[in-house]
């Protein structure tokens, strides 16, 4: 595959997976798109589907092998669990859990908010009590 078309996938499969499109995320997929190559503002497809609460989505990007503990952007965005607790999408964090994520992992390289964390500032309490009950402490 040329690297043109390489760079249309990545962007088409960001773009794809950040709008919940399972379907086209599938094909692109299968097509050969990298689900844990980042577009060019270093967004991954898992981030983007998982920070808009596209649960069906993240599962897709995991069983292709998208990394649950991957930081996204650059230094602006964070990990896909961390983003899906921020906005309380329960069922993406069920997702990710379900497929090894780390519930303790803090975003920035280590230095920034646990999901625990992003998920009680927000309020969602529903969110909050999976990552407990997934053995979340901070």
Request: charged fraction near 30%.
């Given at each position: 595959m040329s690297r043109r078309r390489r760079k249309k996938q990545t962007q088409q499969l960001a773009v794809?997976?950040?709008?919940?499109?399972?379907?086209?995320?599938?094909a692109l997929l299968r097509a050969g798109?990298?689900?844990?190559?980042?577009d060019?503002?270093?967004?991954?497809p898992l981030y983007g589907a998982s920070v808009h609460g596209a649960a069906s989505t993240v599962r897709v990007l995991l069983e292709a092998g998208a990394d649950p503990d991957?930081?996204?952007?650059?230094?602006?965005?964070g990990t896909p669990l961390c983003g899906a607790a921020c906005w309380g999408h329960t069922d993406a964090v069920r997702e990710l859990l379900a497929h090894g994520a780390d519930p303790d992992l803090?975003?920035?390289h280590g230095?920034?908010?646990?999901?625990?964390?992003?998920?009680?500032?927000?309020?969602?309490?529903?969110?909050?009590?999976v990552l407990r009950a997934a053995g979340a402490s901070s």
């Open positions: 794809a997976a950040r709008l919940g499109r399972t379907a086209q995320v599938k798109a990298d689900p844990k190559k980042p060019a503002d270093g967004t991954t991957a930081e996204s952007g650059h230094g602006d965005q803090r975003e920035d230095t920034g908010c646990s999901p625990l964390r992003w998920a009680t500032q927000g309020g969602h309490e529903e969110t909050a009590a």
